[in-house]
Every structure is written in C-alpha cells, then in structure tokens.
C-alpha cells in the first residue's frame, strides 16, 4: 500500500525529491544517488525505481531539449551506437556475471576517480575521442546492469568539453537515451504497470523541477572549476552508493 494518506512521508518525498535534483540540474544526472535510497525507507522499491526512471527521463528531456543547441554533437554521435553495444552487453553479463563483486569493482572505479578528482590538480589537456568507444560501452552496460549509466559519459565528457553549459546540455542528452534503454526494460518487464504511479508522478514532479531550477541557477552562476568539484563529489557519492549497496560497507 502505497502511504499517499501520509502527510509526512509526502513532505519527506517532496523534499528528497527536490534536492536530488538539485544535483541533477547541476550535473545532468545523479538524482537516483539521493532519492533511489531514502524514497525506498517510505514506498516499496519497485514503485521508486519506476518513479525515479520517469524523473529522471522528464529531467534529462527538458535539459537536452531546452539546451540542446549547447550540446557537442560530435561527441555525442560517437558514444550512442557504443552505448547500444553497451546495454545489449549488459543485459548479457546481468545474467552470467558475480552481480555484487561487479558492483563493488565499478563503485571502486567511480568513487576513486571522483576522490581522485578533488584532490589531483585540474588538467586542461582534453583526453582523445578514441576513449569514446569505451566511455559509451561503459556507459551502456552500467545503465542496464546498474540503473547508473551518467558516471561514465561523465568522466569522458569533462576531459572533452570545457564549456560547463555545453558539458551539462550533452550530458543531459546521453542521460535521455540511457534512460529511455532503462524505461524500455521496465515496461518490458511490467514494472511501469502500478496503480499509484500517476498520481505520485503527478504530486511529485513540482519537486522535481523546483530542484532542476534550483540546480540550473547554481550551475550558471559556479566557475567550471567549482563545477568540476561538485561533479567529482557526485561520482564519489555514486562510487560509495554502489560499493554500500553489495553489503561490504553496509554490515
């Protein structure tokens, strides 16, 4: 049963649900960091990842779609059809591979980069476009094993881009299709199929574009290097997700 009779469990989901995307309107992705696990302490977690993926793809659209003359489509012409290999390889390893051991070996990855990050002195020398193919695979498989495909593009894209507006519009625009890949799995599988999921969408999304707006009006105002932080502090927090969520910090 779904508690929408609960006026302060809708005042907390408001609430989790603004400020997760507060980090989205800066990044372009990470709202599911924030609002995944806490959400899932108030509604069942099959009814939060639903919801969450149906955010996320309303918060990705309107920035790709709103700032999408920003966006680097060069970039983002190499690392589609490398996403698609990537989801269709993920789907694959779902079923064959160690999930918690994956989980705990990418979390690592992530959260180390964004430690490394925000410590290391910034580099202004962009990384080739031949590591396009790997970000995209990554970025593919880890959406569909993970339900977190934004770590890699991100890591690839602030070598390629110095242009904050421009890194946030592409990011936007690759978070779209790796979550319209992660929309297409649910549906598939009937998890989209829920009673209350309107009506929460419905109650729920007015906290989302507040922390889209919010978001955006820090995003514009930080320098790329107050961004850059931000960012690297995200991929901590996604690194540290992931590592909690297989159980060897969790106890």
């Known amino acids: 049963m779904i508690p929408f009779d609960d006026v302060i469990a809708i005042v907390a989901a408001f609430a989790i649900i603004a400020i997760g995307y507060v980090v989205f309107g800066i990044s372009g992705f990470g709202a599911s960091l924030l609002t995944i696990p806490l959400l899932s302490h108030i509604y069942p977690v099959t009814f939060v990842l639903a919801l969450a993926a ?45 999930r918690e051991l994956t989980l705990a070996a990418l979390g690592t990855f992530i959260g180390g980069y964004g430690l490394y990050g925000l410590f290391a002195r910034a580099s202004e020398k962009r990384i080739a476009q031949g590591f396009a193919p790997l970000a995209g695979t990554l970025g593919g498989a880890t959406g569909t094993l993970f339900g977190m495909g934004g770590p890699p593009y991100l890591i690839y894209l602030t070598r390629r881009i110095a242009d904050k507006s421009r890194l946030r519009a592409t990011m936007g625009v690759m978070v779209s299709f790796s979550l319209l890949i992660r929309l297409t799995v649910f549906t598939t599988a009937g998890v989209m199929f829920q009673t209350h999921l309107i009506p929460a969408l419905l109650w729920l999304a007015p906290a989302a574009a507040f922390g889209l707006w919010v978001g955006g009006r820090i995003q514009m105002r930080a320098s790329r290097d107050q961004l850059l932080r931000v960012l690297n502090l995200v991929l901590l927090g996604c690194g540290i997700s992931l590592i909690v969520r297989t159980g060897f910090l969790g106890g």
């Open 54 to 98: 149906l955010l996320d793809m309303g918060s990705a659209f309107f920035i790709g779609l709103k700032e999408r003359r920003h966006a680097e489509v060069a970039e983002i012409k190499w690392l589609v059809p490398f996403s698609v290999i990537g989801a269709i390889a993920g789907v694959t390893l779902l079923i064959h591979l160690p």
